[in-house]
């Protein structure tokens, strides 16, 4: 099993739109943040978690065409936006991308993006949707699924367990439930979200998420869905050994 993080950045991405960088130095090319995304590969098999408008330049920098499906997380923009862009990946499959989501995301994706699902006379549907059980295969990854609190809405969050190595994958989310922990615990890496160093009402912040990777005893944990305010370095200088920020390409294997 491996891991790319095509994306560790915040709804707006790092600089901001008006070359806004907050705190980040623009002159670490780690600062640079796409859209949080991930693509997790299991014996030849590739699946995409989330498609933001970033999705192009993610697929084209990991050199992916094929996919064997998409696990959208929740509806916000900035997490399935770039839907459009799977275009080319469903000529690459010669059909339509499968799509994995809870039925109710799976539904507001329906109204925004009907064309994606449909056959017209000039097109062929893009995706075809898929609801979300228990668990997904794919390769020799088994994947289970958690729904975790997000302010007032709701996210998934997964893990993916393969020939006893195991990585956990939490974005945005506000706040550590027992589901979440039962599921999490242990987790070989734990990809979390960790908007800024304050606390946030729908993301997870800097301290509570050191603390909750103690708490689950995680083996190294991997900073997500950063903002400008968290400078690269800067935040790598001061967090244990046992955990780091991810930057736009990093890989786990």
Request: hydrophobic fraction near 40%.
């Amino acid at each position: 099993m491996r891991v790319r993080i095509l994306g560790c950045g915040t709804s707006t991405g790092v600089p901001k739109i008006g070359n806004d960088w907050g705190q980040c130095d623009p002159a670490e090319p780690r600062n640079v943040r796409l859209r949080t995304s991930i693509l997790v590969e299991s014996a030849g098999e590739r699946m995409l978690v989330d498609c933001g408008p970033d999705l192009r330049q993610q697929l084209l920098a990991a050199n992916v065409g094929g996919l064997e499906g998409v696990i959208v997380t929740h509806v916000h923009g900035d997490h399935c936006h770039g839907i459009d862009e799977l275009r080319p990946v469903a000529r690459a499959n010669q059909g339509p991308v499968s799509l994995h989501a809870r039925a109710e995301v799976l539904e507001v994706l329906r109204q925004r993006f009907g064309y994606a699902f449909a056959q017209s006379e000039f097109y062929r549907p893009i995706v075809e949707a898929r609801k979300l059980g228990a668990e997904l295969a794919f390769g020799d990854v088994r994947t289970r699924f958690v729904d975790q609190p997000h302010g007032d809405t709701k996210s998934l969050g997964m893990r993916f367990d393969e020939a006893g190595h195991s990585v956990a994958y939490a974005v945005d989310f506000s706040d550590l439930t027992d589901g979440m922990a039962a599921l999490y615990q242990g987790a070989d890496v734990w990809i979390a979200d960790c908007l800024t160093r304050r606390p946030h009402p729908t993301h997870a912040h800097l301290d509570a998420v050191l603390g909750w990777a103690r708490q689950l005893r995680v083996g190294q944990l991997c900073l997500v869905h950063m903002g400008n305010s968290l400078d690269y370095r800067t935040l790598a200088s001061e967090l244990p050994d046992w955990a780091a920020p991810a930057y736009d390409g990093f890989e786990i294997a």
